[in-house]
Protein backbone atom coordinates (compact mmCIF):
# COMPACT_ATOMS: atom_id res chain seq x y z
CA UNK A 1 0.00 0.00 0.00
CA UNK A 2 1.21 3.52 -0.80
CA UNK A 3 1.46 6.25 1.81
CA UNK A 4 -1.05 8.78 2.10
CA UNK A 5 -0.80 12.29 1.39
CA UNK A 6 -0.85 14.50 3.99
CA UNK A 7 -3.77 15.96 3.43
CA UNK A 8 -5.65 12.77 2.31
CA UNK A 9 -7.88 12.65 5.49
CA UNK A 10 -9.00 16.00 5.16
CA UNK A 11 -10.04 15.65 1.56
CA UNK A 12 -11.74 12.55 1.97
CA UNK A 13 -14.04 14.36 5.32
CA UNK A 14 -14.36 17.58 2.79
CA UNK A 15 -16.25 15.11 -0.07
CA UNK A 16 -18.23 13.38 3.03
CA UNK A 17 -19.31 16.88 3.96
CA UNK A 18 -20.28 16.73 1.10
CA UNK A 19 -22.87 14.49 1.01
CA UNK A 20 -20.33 11.94 -0.93
CA UNK A 21 -20.30 8.33 0.36
CA UNK A 22 -16.37 6.38 0.42
CA UNK A 23 -16.65 3.29 -1.06
CA UNK A 24 -13.05 2.17 -1.56
CA UNK A 25 -9.72 3.60 0.62
CA UNK A 26 -7.42 3.06 -1.18
CA UNK A 27 -9.54 2.66 -4.48
CA UNK A 28 -7.35 -0.41 -6.29
CA UNK A 29 -6.70 -0.92 -9.95
CA UNK A 30 -4.76 -3.28 -12.05
CA UNK A 31 -3.51 -3.20 -15.43
CA UNK A 32 -1.36 -6.15 -16.50
CA UNK A 33 0.96 -7.00 -13.65
CA UNK A 34 0.76 -3.49 -12.29
CA UNK A 35 -0.99 -2.51 -9.54
CA UNK A 36 -2.13 0.93 -8.75
CA UNK A 37 -3.81 2.94 -5.96
CA UNK A 38 -6.29 5.82 -6.19
CA UNK A 39 -5.96 7.80 -3.13
CA UNK A 40 -10.18 6.76 -2.42
CA UNK A 41 -13.65 6.29 -4.45
CA UNK A 42 -16.86 7.91 -3.93
CA UNK A 43 -20.44 7.83 -4.65
CA UNK A 44 -23.00 10.99 -4.87
CA UNK A 45 -26.68 9.94 -5.52
CA UNK A 46 -28.79 11.93 -7.68
CA UNK A 47 -31.71 11.73 -7.33
CA UNK A 48 -33.21 14.37 -9.63
CA UNK A 49 -31.28 12.26 -11.72
CA UNK A 50 -31.89 8.86 -9.91
CA UNK A 51 -28.34 8.14 -11.33
CA UNK A 52 -24.72 7.83 -9.00
CA UNK A 53 -22.35 9.96 -10.00
CA UNK A 54 -19.18 7.68 -9.18
CA UNK A 55 -15.33 9.58 -8.55
CA UNK A 56 -11.93 8.14 -8.11
CA UNK A 57 -9.74 10.76 -6.08
CA UNK A 58 -5.85 11.26 -6.26
CA UNK A 59 -5.04 13.68 -3.24
CA UNK A 60 -1.63 15.59 -4.00
CA UNK A 61 -0.64 18.21 -1.03
CA UNK A 62 2.13 19.86 -2.73
CA UNK A 63 4.55 20.07 0.58
CA UNK A 64 7.21 19.59 -1.73
CA UNK A 65 10.54 21.42 -2.29
CA UNK A 66 9.55 22.70 -5.92
CA UNK A 67 5.91 23.46 -7.06
CA UNK A 68 7.29 22.49 -10.71
CA UNK A 69 8.29 19.12 -9.42
CA UNK A 70 5.25 18.36 -7.74
CA UNK A 71 2.81 19.20 -10.17
CA UNK A 72 4.87 17.32 -12.81
CA UNK A 73 4.42 14.48 -10.66
CA UNK A 74 1.12 15.06 -9.60
CA UNK A 75 -0.10 15.18 -13.53
CA UNK A 76 1.89 12.15 -14.69
CA UNK A 77 0.30 10.21 -11.76
CA UNK A 78 -2.96 11.44 -12.82
CA UNK A 79 -2.58 10.52 -16.33
CA UNK A 80 -1.94 7.59 -15.86
CA UNK A 81 -4.52 6.33 -13.52
CA UNK A 82 -6.97 8.48 -15.83
CA UNK A 83 -6.39 6.16 -18.87
CA UNK A 84 -6.50 2.59 -16.76
CA UNK A 85 -9.25 3.98 -15.26
CA UNK A 86 -10.98 5.07 -18.34
CA UNK A 87 -10.35 1.20 -19.35
CA UNK A 88 -11.63 -0.41 -15.91
CA UNK A 89 -14.11 1.56 -14.99
CA UNK A 90 -15.68 3.60 -17.78
CA UNK A 91 -18.45 5.42 -15.72
CA UNK A 92 -15.93 6.69 -13.13
CA UNK A 93 -14.48 9.94 -13.37
CA UNK A 94 -10.65 10.84 -11.83
CA UNK A 95 -10.65 13.81 -9.98
CA UNK A 96 -7.09 15.41 -8.32
CA UNK A 97 -7.98 17.04 -4.78
CA UNK A 98 -6.01 19.98 -4.43
CA UNK A 99 -5.56 22.14 -1.48
CA UNK A 100 -7.10 25.60 -2.02
CA UNK A 101 -3.69 27.55 -1.59
CA UNK A 102 -1.67 25.43 -4.50
CA UNK A 103 -5.03 25.87 -6.74
CA UNK A 104 -4.13 29.47 -7.55
CA UNK A 105 -2.10 27.68 -10.43
CA UNK A 106 -5.65 27.35 -12.40
CA UNK A 107 -5.96 31.41 -12.45
CA UNK A 108 -2.22 31.36 -14.17
CA UNK A 109 -1.75 30.41 -17.66
CA UNK A 110 0.21 27.34 -16.84
CA UNK A 111 -3.11 26.22 -14.77
CA UNK A 112 -5.77 27.76 -17.77
CA UNK A 113 -4.18 25.43 -20.14
CA UNK A 114 -4.19 22.59 -18.58
CA UNK A 115 -7.79 22.99 -17.60
CA UNK A 116 -8.46 23.94 -21.50
CA UNK A 117 -6.70 20.92 -22.84
CA UNK A 118 -8.46 18.73 -20.43
CA UNK A 119 -5.71 17.55 -19.20
CA UNK A 120 -7.26 17.59 -15.47
CA UNK A 121 -10.32 17.93 -13.03
CA UNK A 122 -9.81 19.06 -9.84
CA UNK A 123 -11.43 19.63 -6.50
CA UNK A 124 -10.21 22.29 -4.23
CA UNK A 125 -10.73 21.88 -0.53
CA UNK A 126 -10.00 23.74 2.37
CA UNK A 127 -7.38 21.20 4.55
CA UNK A 128 -8.40 22.64 7.43
CA UNK A 129 -12.03 23.14 7.97
CA UNK A 130 -12.25 20.31 5.54
CA UNK A 131 -14.52 21.59 2.96
CA UNK A 132 -14.82 22.05 -0.68
CA UNK A 133 -14.41 25.55 -1.76
CA UNK A 134 -14.32 24.91 -5.79
CA UNK A 135 -14.64 22.26 -8.17
CA UNK A 136 -12.66 22.35 -11.45
CA UNK A 137 -13.84 22.64 -14.55
Same mark, same amino acid.
Given at each position: ?????????????????????????????????????????????????????????????????????????????? $?????? +????????? /??? #? *?? &? =??? $?????? +????????? /??? #? *?? &? =????????????
Amino acid at each position: MPARDTYHDAARNALVRDAWSITHDPFQMAWGEKDMYVDFAAVQMLVAQRSNRRIAVEVKSFLGKSFMTDLERALGQF $VLYRAV +LARREPDWE /LLL #A *IP &F =DVA $VIFKEP +LGQLLVESN /LVR #A *IV &F =DPVQEVITRWIP
